[in-house]
């Protein structure tokens, strides 16, 4: 069983920090591209930032410079650091795995919300 399953998202104000973290299980890690999407109310789900195995990195522009994604093949894990949030960076924030359209799996989402 595929599991996909999100930490560390909270309330912060402007300006603020959070690490987002992802533990995957039931799929060899290291074959996966693993990415972090987010979706505000009343918007389409959009891609945040992607890393591959080898740990080459994508970013939106929207994030580019504040956000910064990282993986650790050993422990399963891909992370997302958040530095110097806006308010329009609020939405749910979901991790995804990806290796082709048959394997493509998503977490449950961890909720972010940016406001003095």
């Known amino acids: 069983q595929v599991q996909l399953v999100e930490s560390g998202g909270g309330l912060v104000q402007p300006g603020g920090s959070l690490r987002l973290s992802c533990a995957a299980s039931?799929?060899?890690?290291?074959?996966?591209?693993m990415g972090w999407y987010r979706q505000a109310p009343g918007k389409q789900r959009e891609l945040v930032a992607a890393?591959?195995?080898?740990?080459?990195?994508n970013y939106a522009d929207f994030v580019k410079g504040r956000f910064t994604i990282s993986r650790d093949n050993a422990k399963n894990t891909v992370w997302l650091q958040m530095n110097s949030l806006k308010p329009e960076d609020t939405a749910v924030y979901f991790c995804?795995?990806?290796?082709?359209?048959?394997?493509?799996?998503w977490g449950q989402g961890t909720q972010v919300s940016v406001s003095s």
């Open positions: 995804n795995g990806f290796r082709s359209p048959l394997h493509d799996y």
């Open positions: 039931g799929i060899i890690f290291s074959e996966y591209l």
């Open positions: 890393v591959t195995s080898g740990g080459r990195t």
